[in-house]
């Protein structure tokens, strides 16, 4: 359950609650956090008390003898409180079913509405991609981003997977190598680490997309420098880390000159300390590995 490469995390929305979620692309289907979905039922915020409801719950059901709790799994999960990763109870659509009719709520019919739909919507997103896309729109409107920002955002996201597709094909598989390669990246096109970054914005929360907080500028050169990166790579087909790495140095700084070129014609820094914290403290639904 831990192979990175075919899993992708969103963060679902149930009546304005957040149910982190994973989408399983070998065996085509989510894994819900139990913990979040246990808060929304007993419609308890508080995620330690949450999380104690589950520890007592999955306690009684073992006690009756069902398998359904040995048979859940466990992901790494981002930590609600921290923005840490930890080993978070998951389970599927039919085993949430089971676990639902444990826990007297008034929700439970809806939450099973909602679980089938969840299900529904992702199958039409495989067929047809534009449809992810058209939610992840919505709901960066509903959060009110701008509209051309947004078309900037939604183009980089799909820059984004091509460039991680690519290094699937170079054979990168470690979720720290994606994370070093983009740092590279970004250190060439910006002349800071995304953790620099982060900081100018005054972004504290790990949990924070520092791609939620650009400016339209520091997009479109995170673009820039992310697909020339993906161009070079299908053009040499770089092998190992350290050749990858190179190539990632190698496109970022294309974007680092075109960066210096238009800081001298505006007469400002493309850094900015701006960001969007009063629409969106959190990020929102980014598929695939993580993007910082």
């Known amino acids: 359950m831990d192979n990175i490469m075919t899993k992708r995390e969103q963060i679902q929305l149930f009546e304005d609650r957040k149910v982190r979620t994973v989408w ?46 040995t048979n859940c799994n466990q992901l790494k999960l981002v930590s609600p409180k921290d923005g840490k990763r930890y080993l ?38 495989i067929e047809n991609p534009e449809l992810a896309q058209e ?21 980089g996201i799909a820059i984004r997977q091509n460039l991680t597709d690519e290094w699937k ?44 907080h650009m400016t339209d500028l520091e997009l479109i050169f995170t673009m820039l420098g992310e697909r020339v990166t993906t161009e070079v790579s299908q053009k040499e087909k770089p092998e190992g880390m350290r050749e990858n790495v190179k190539v990632a140095k190698r496109g970022g700084s294309v974007a680092g000159v075109a960066r210096k070129a238009a800081e001298k014609e505006i007469g400002h820094s493309v850094v900015s300390d701006s960001n969007f914290l009063d629409k969106n403290p959190d990020s929102i639904l980014i598929g695939g590995v993580d993007e910082e």
């Open 24 to 69: 399983d692309e070998e065996q085509e289907k989510w894994y819900f956090s139990i913990v979040d979905v246990c808060g929304v039922l007993t419609d308890q915020p508080d995620y330690d008390r949450a999380k104690n409801y589950w520890k007592v719950l999955k306690f009684r059901i073992v006690q009756e003898g069902n398998e359904l709790v």
């Open 135 to 155: 939610r992840m729109k919505a709901i960066y409107e509903a959060k009110g981003y701008p509209k051309d920002w947004i078309d900037k955002r939604l183009r």
């Open 169 to 212: 094909e170079r054979g990168i598989t470690e979720q720290k190598d994606y994370a070093i390669l983009t740092a590279e990246i970004a250190k060439a096109t910006f002349g800071i680490t995304p953790s620099e970054h982060k900081e100018i914005k005054g972004l504290t929360k790990k949990s924070q997309n520092l791609r939620d």
């Open 88 to 125: 978070t109870d998951v389970a599927d659509a039919e085993q949430l079913f089971r676990i639902i009719q444990s826990i007297p709520s008034p929700k439970a019919e809806p939450f099973k509405q909602w679980l089938a739909r969840v299900g529904y919507e992702r199958i039409q997103e």
